[in-house]
T-cell receptor, first 110, second 110 residues
Framework: QKEVEQDPGPLSVPEGAIVSLNCTYS??????FMWYRQYSRKGPELLMY????GNKEDGRFTAQVDKSSKYISLFIRDSQPSDSATYLC??????????FGTGTQLKVEL | NAGVTQTPKFQVLKTGQSMTLQCAQD?????MYWYRQDPGMGLRLIYY???????DKGEVPNGYNVSRLNKREFSLRLESAAPSQTSVYFC?????????FGPGTRLTVL
C-alpha cells in the first residue's frame, strides 16, 4: 500500500463548478500537507500548504486537513479553464523529504 | 532570477550509454533533489542533498549517481542507461517548506 493515495482521474467539470480533490495517507508522522499544480510539460508549482489539521483559504482555493481520518482535500470554487492541470498532493514529516500522491488530472471545460 | 534550471530539455539514449543531467539554482537554497515522474507513479525521489557536501538516497536510487558540485549545482548521472529509466526527470531546491521545481528533462532510453 502506498503511503499517499490519490485518485488519478481524469476529472472533467464545466466552467464555474466547485471542484473537490482528495488524498488519503497512512503515515501519522506527516505534519505538512501541500498541494502542487502541474501544467502539461511543466514542473510542479506549490499552490498552498497547511500545517497540521484545519482549513486554509487562498482566493478560490481552500485546503482542508483532517488528521484523525488521514484525509486531505483541495476545493476550487468558480473553476476556470486556466485551472486545467494535474494537482499533486504532497506530505512531509520531519526532515526535508516530500511524499507525493500520483496526481489528479483536472479539465475545466467551457 | 532564473529559479531552477535543467539541461538538457530532451535526450534520447541507447541502452548502455551514459549521461549526466545538470541542475542549477540561483535562490541560495541549501537542499536540492532529483525526482523521476512516470505515468501512474507520481513523483518519486531518486536522491537528495540536504546541504553542500552531503547526498542521500531516496526511494528509487538504483542505477543513478549524484554529485553536489557546490551550493548551486546538483547533477544526476546514469552510468549505463536502461529502458526502465525512460522518464521525466525533475530537479528541485528548497530552503524551508516549499520545493521549487525545474522545467524537467524528458529522457528516452531505446
Amino acid at each position: 500500500q502506498k503511503e499517499v493515495e490519490q485518485d488519478p482521474g481524469p476529472l472533467s467539470v464545466p466552467e464555474g463548478a466547485i471542484v473537490s480533490l482528495n488524498c488519503t495517507y497512512s503515515n501519522s508522522a506527516f505534519q505538512y500537507f501541500m498541494w502542487y499544480r502541474q501544467y502539461s510539460r511543466k514542473g510542479p508549482e506549490l499552490l498552498m500548504y497547511t500545517y497540521s489539521s484545519g482549513n486554509k483559504e487562498d482566493g478560490r482555493f481552500t485546503a482542508q486537513v483532517d488528521k484523525s481520518s488521514k484525509y486531505i482535500s483541495l476545493f476550487i470554487r468558480d473553476s476556470q479553464p486556466s485551472d486545467s492541470a494535474t494537482y499533486l498532493c504532497a506530505m512531509k514529516g520531519g526532515g526535508n523529504k516530500l511524499t507525493f500522491g500520483t496526481g489528479t488530472q483536472l479539465k475545466v471545460e467551457l | 532570477n532564473a529559479g531552477v534550471t535543467q539541461t538538457p530539455k530532451f535526450q534520447v539514449l541507447k541502452t548502455g550509454q551514459s549521461m549526466t543531467l545538470q541542475c542549477a539554482q540561483d535562490m541560495n537554497h541549501n537542499s536540492m533533489y532529483w525526482y523521476r515522474q512516470d505515468p501512474g507513479m507520481g513523483l518519486r525521489l531518486i536522491y537528495y542533498s540536504a546541504s553542500e557536501g552531503t547526498t542521500d538516497k531516496g526511494e528509487v536510487p538504483n542505477g543513478y549517481n549524484v554529485s553536489r558540485l557546490n551550493k548551486r549545482e546538483f547533477s544526476l548521472r546514469l552510468e549505463s542507461a536502461a529502458p526502465s529509466q525512460t522518464s521525466v526527470y525533475f530537479c528541485a531546491s528548497s530552503e524551508t517548506i516549499e520545493q521549487f521545481f525545474g522545467p524537467g528533462t524528458r529522457l528516452t532510453v531505446l
